[in-house]
C-alpha cells in the first residue's frame, strides 16, 4: 500500500553526522547539481538519515558520485 516514510533530518542534524557546517551541508544542497541528497518540501529541506550515512559510505568506499564519470545529471 504504502512505502513506509524514512526518518527525515534536518541540515543541523546532517551537518553533525557529516561533520560539516550547516551552511556547508545548505551550500551543497542548493546547486545547480546538489551532491547531498535531499528532500526538498516547500521551501524547506530535509534528509533521510539513511541517505546521508548512505552517501558517508560512498564517500569512503569510492570516488564520490559527483567526481565519477558515469554520473547523469
Known amino acids: 500500500m504504502y512505502e513506509r516514510a ?3 533530518i534536518d541540515s543541523n542534524e546532517t551537518a553533525r553526522l ?5 551552511n556547508w551541508v545548505r551550500d ?3 546547486r ?16 533521510e538519515r539513511v541517505e546521508v550515512l548512505r552517501f558517508i ?6 570516488r564520490p558520485r559527483w567526481e565519477r564519470n558515469d554520473v547523469v545529471a
Not at 557529516?18 to 550547516?22: E, K, P, R, S
Not at 545547480?32 to 534528509?47: A, L, S, T
Open 6 to 8: 524514512e526518518e527525515l
Open 18 to 22: 557529516l561533520g560539516v557546517t550547516v
Open 28 to 30: 551543497h544542497t542548493t
Open 32 to 47: 545547480r547539481q546538489p551532491i547531498v541528497p535531499h528532500v526538498k518540501m516547500g521551501r524547506k529541506i530535509r534528509f
Open 57 to 62: 559510505r560512498e564517500c569512503r568506499e569510492t
